[in-house]
C-alpha cells in the first residue's frame, strides 16, 4: 500500500485543521487505516483508526470529541478532521496502515510520510 498524507499546516489554538491521506494499492493486510502522531522528544502514538470495509472507528481518548477520522471507499481517502486544537497537539502526523485494530505502533504494516501540525497558543 501506499500513503500519502497532506493537509498540515500552522493553526492558532482553538483552530481546525483537516488532514488527508491518499490510499492506493490497498492489499489484504491493511484492513485497518491509522493516524498517529509524534512529537519532538516523544514516541510516536496511535490517534485515530478507522476499519476500511466496515467504517467502524476508534479513538485515542485525548483526541475524542474533538477529531474525526473519515474515510471515503470511492476517493481512497482518509481524512482527520481536527477541532479545538490545542498547543500539546502539535507533532507529526502519519497515516499507517495495519491489518487489524491496534493502539501501538507495533501493529502497523505500512507508514505513509508525515504532515506537520503546529498549533500556536
Known amino acids: 500500500v501506499q500513503l500519502q498524507a497532506s493537509g498540515g499546516g500552522l493553526v492558532q489554538a482553538g483552530g481546525s485543521l483537516r488532514l488527508s491521506c491518499a490510499v492506493s494499492?490497498?492489499?489484504?493486510?491493511?484492513?485497518?487505516m491509522n493516524w498517529f502522531r509524534q512529537a519532538p522528544g516523544k514516541e510516536r502514538e496511535f490517534v485515530a483508526g478507522?476499519?476500511?470495509?466496515?467504517?467502524?472507528?476508534r479513538y485515542a481518548d485525548f483526541v475524542k470529541d474533538r477529531f474525526t477520522i473519515f474515510r471515503d471507499s470511492a476517493k481512497m481517502t482518509v481524512d482527520l478532521q481536527m477541532n479545538s486544537l490545542k498547543s500539546e497537539d502539535t507533532a507529526v502526523y502519519f497515516c499507517?496502515?495495519?491489518?487489524?485494530?491496534?493502539?501501538?505502533?507495533?501493529?502497523?504494516?505500512?507508514w505513509g510520510q508525515g504532515t506537520q501540525v503546529t498549533v500556536s497558543s
Open positions: 499507517a496502515s495495519s491489518s487489524g485494530v491496534i493502539s501501538t505502533a507495533a501493529g502497523v504494516v505500512s
Open positions: 494499492g490497498l492489499t489484504t493486510s491493511d484492513n485497518v
Open positions: 478507522v476499519v476500511w470495509r466496515e467504517g467502524k472507528k
